[in-house]
């Protein structure tokens, strides 16, 4: 038996227990007389005692051993004179009466501590080490337990849990695919699935009814932000349902989430549009733990010299701004940090106008085009009050959105209008079906080409397809598009529309997607779902930093295993055998 006990269990209830444990050594403390070891596993950590009077010898043994030796002793429980109440076993120590040393330890390369010296880059090319961190492991555990509530609820609203395979055809998530080269089929590949999008959607013509699976989905994108090439999606597919039903359904289960993982019950969730979104936030997944919306400007604007925002209006853009509440003391090198901000390349204003109001009245950047009485009207529409700051920007309203948007969560970055632990869960709603790719001009589906047009809006299809809104919908969590989905076409004819206002000729939809336009032929059900990507709602419900913090073996921010070195050449051998040369 290597041992009785884990060494987070035992107590003051205990004592006098003879008991066996097993686990790493964290410290080994040489008092003189006394030696005294921390011994460390999963569940905990408990204090052994060494004592020369007692055993010199075994107290000799103890002294040598190194941090991350893997031992085992037996002893026996008993009270501790100086007791630790940070440490749930912190009343009681063990007696050690025999010592075995299981597996020794080079010293590690970092510290095993919360507040570890190790960088990232060794941590992850030692992740075991850094599992046995406290704070990842318990990520991990939160992690697990979401999943287990997320299949409970699930399986209590009849959903099944069903597997689809890794190696299949493209499918169009929009981003690149990964693909795996095929020994038997020379010159064919499979692609790994951006999602399993068509294979639910299939399931549902099965009459599956309700389906979900806890999936790898892999996008090869460029290194942009923290993401990952392989991340983990909770799949949901459900039959006979209105965007209604989805949401109720999706809502509930987050809401049983947060319950049972954090103790917090959730109201019912904000609906947003995608157009509002943009408009008061200037983003499709805003942050509301903070007010502080934007206010378009340009309709009541006093008539003044001022070019700036004359021209900008008479080029149909919109002048627009942010009460910064409470920031009317403001120096001039912090509002020329933020100007500074919006001016990045990204996102491409000119500038700031402010007005602050403060002890001394009303003062402002434009103090030479406007009145007092003409700053007041400006100063309404923003229901300021003395002690605000009001920051403004002309633009086309593409750019005015984004960078106000950026600049709310700059202002609440800087000034703590977030509290931490708070949560805003919301669904954004109503996203249009289309957008034109910045590059080409072409019109590009937002999610995916199997989202179903809102009824009222199928007669643009044709005539003005920017103008459609999908039956789409996103759960946003603190600012993070945490869920996407979607009402699916399950109509031939219409979904041959979109087809063709995506641009795809009759062999391409037949190439790429015949196999599901021919499945529905065979009666489709009406149907919807979505999908939850879970690294990221995990890292929401923990500590981290990063999404790679609640996944125990991630990819770099480059792409890369640190740990296993990969992706790396192969042998010339295995390419031969898969017919494929490297180019130079
Ligand atoms: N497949 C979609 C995605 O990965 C989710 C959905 O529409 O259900 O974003």
């Keep these: 038996m290597y041992r009785s006990n884990h060494c987070g269990a035992l107590r003051i209830e205990d004592l006098g227990k003879q008991v066996t444990l097993s686990g790493w050594v964290q410290t080994n403390r040489d008092l003189g007389a006394m030696t005294f070891v921390d011994l460390r596993d999963r569940y905990g950590i408990t204090q052994l005692a060494f004592s020369t009077e007692k055993n010199a010898e075994l107290t000799e043994k103890a002294r040598k051993l190194g941090r991350e030796f893997v031992i085992q002793v037996t002893g026996t429980v008993i009270e501790r004179s100086s007791k630790n109440k940070n440490n749930p076993t912190g009343d009681i120590e063990i007696e050690v009466a025999e010592l075995k040393v299981i597996s020794i330890s080079e010293t590690p390369p970092f510290t095993i501590i919360d507040d570890t010296d190790g960088s990232e880059e060794i941590r992850l090319r030692h992740r075991y080490l850094d599992i046995r961190r406290p704070i990842m492991r318990d990520r991990l555990i939160t992690r697990a337990k979401m999943v287990k509530v997320i299949r409970e609820y699930l399986d209590n609203q009849d959903f099944i849990e069903i597997e689809t395979p890794n190696f299949i055809k493209s499918t169009p998530e929009g981003a690149r695919d990964f693909l795996v080269p095929s020994r038997l089929h020379p010159g064919n590949f499979y692609a790994l699935p951006q999602s399993p999008q068509i294979l639910k959607q299939l399931l549902m013509v099965s009459g599956m009814d309700r389906y979900y699976q806890v999936v790898k989905c892999y996008r090869d994108e460029d290194f942009r932000g923290d993401r990952q090439p392989e991340f983990t999606q909770v799949d949901c597919e459900m039959s006979f349902v209105h965007q209604e039903d989805v949401l109720n359904m ?57 070019v700036v925002f004359n021209q900008v209006i008479e080029n149909n853009g919109i002048v627009a701004g942010v009460n910064a509440k409470g920031c009317a003391g403001y120096t001039r090198k912090q509002i020329d940090a933020l100007t500074d901000f919006v001016k990045e390349p990204h996102r491409g204003l000119n500038g700031l106008v402010w007005i602050r109001w403060n002890e001394e009245g009303i003062k402002s950047s434009v103090d030479k085009f406007y009145t007092p009485e003409q700053l007041e009207i400006i100063l309404k529409a923003f229901d300021a009050e003395k002690g605000d700051l009001i920051l403004l920007g002309a633009e086309r309203a593409s750019k005015v959105r984004k960078s106000l948007g950026d600049l709310r969560l700059e202002l609440a970055k800087n000034n703590g209008w977030i509290k931490e632990g708070d949560y805003s869960v919301l669904w954004v709603v109503d996203f249009p079906l289309f957008e034109l790719d910045e590059e080409t001009g072409e019109t590009i589906f937002m999610h995916h080409p199997f989202c179903m047009p809102h009824e009222t809006d199928i007669q643009y299809l044709e005539s003005e397809p920017l103008k459609v809104r999908g039956q789409l919908y996103d759960m946003v969590i603190n600012g993070n598009e945490i869920v ?86 192969v042998d010339p051998k295995q390419l031969d055998e898969l017919g494929i040369a490297i180019k130079k």
């Design 484 to 569: 996407s989905g979607s009402i699916r076409i399950h109509d031939k004819q219409l979904q041959d529309k979109i087809f063709n206002i995506l641009g795809m000729t009759e062999e391409e939809i037949e190439n790429k997607f015949g196999f599901m336009v021919n499945a529905f032929r065979y009666g489709a059900p009406p149907h919807g779902g979505c999908a939850f990507g879970l690294d990221r709602w995990v890292l929401l419900m923990t500590s981290g930093d990063t999404i790679r913090d609640v996944i125990a073996f991630p990819k770099s921010s480059n792409g890369k295993d640190m740990m296993m070195d990969a992706p790396t050449y």
């Design 250 to 306: 999706f809502e509930g289960m987050t809401k049983t989430v947060f319950q049972k993982i954090k103790g917090i019950e959730l109201p019912d969730f904000q609906r947003i549009t995608f157009h509002d979104a943009m408009k008061y936030y200037g983003s499709d997944k805003p942050d509301l733990r903070f007010d502080c919306k934007i206010v378009e400007i340009q309709d009541i604007l006093p008539k003044s010299e001022f």
